[in-house]
């Protein structure tokens, strides 16, 4: 397991760099991200990734089922000067019947987590207004960390690509084999039983009746630039072209949602 698991104010950090360097631009070309604007992340963690728009003065919002992380970032948050702007809380997004509707809502390494991903991106809807915007970022079930296995106690299984693709029973032999607690374990077969392809995400898009804005797939990932020193590399076009074999090679998949007008 790498520090930053478990160094929650790194990862904040890590967060901020990343948003402010990279998915702000990613967004700038169709909405205008200033104080006007109101934003929702779900899945929101200590909030690393609200804070570059609450610098700039918009109305934030996270949620997060995590009421340690939320108590974390109302601490990290305490002395921003908008911290007027924020409203942080540790619920479950299918119990936020008052949170209203929102410009741009943003999650960011999140809708991998989630069960049923159909339902819930159905049910996120009640919280855009007409003319909002979703942002989504995720890994791609089948790129060569997409088992999020770098959390594995095991310094060789931390850094072994691709084992996690592999038949539920022998990637659970393996863990126990490699000396995994029980809960890692569990944890990590969650994350097998919802990961998600680039293809399947599009289909759960179109059943839902959202259109894509605007999409760009990475081989190296942006936030592998303040973690690993790795400039970010978007996938060349021949391999993004190719349906389900560019799931192998994408790190990560940016995408820019709205609701279809039709």
Known sequence: MQERHTDRKRYFNEQIITTEKYVIPFLSEFIKIDSTISILEIGCGEGGNLKPF????CKVTGVDLSQGKINNGKIYFEQHPNNNNLQLLAEDIYDSE????????????VIEHIHNQSRFMSYVKKFLNPNGKFFLAFPPWYNPFGGHQQICESKILSNLP???ILPATIYKSILKLSGESSSKIENLLEVKSTGIS?????KILNANNFKIEKNTNY????NYEIKF?????????VISSIPFVKNFFITTSYYLISMNDK
């Open 229 to 237: 020193g790795l400039k970010p590399r978007k996938q060349i076009p």
């Open 162 to 164: 691709y084992f996690h």
């Open 98 to 109: 008052n949170l209203g509707k929102y410009d741009l809502i943003i999650m960011r390494d």
């Open 54 to 57: 609450l610098d700039l003065g």
């Open 219 to 222: 081989f190296i990932n942006p």
């Open 198 to 202: 680039i293809e399947r995400f599009e």
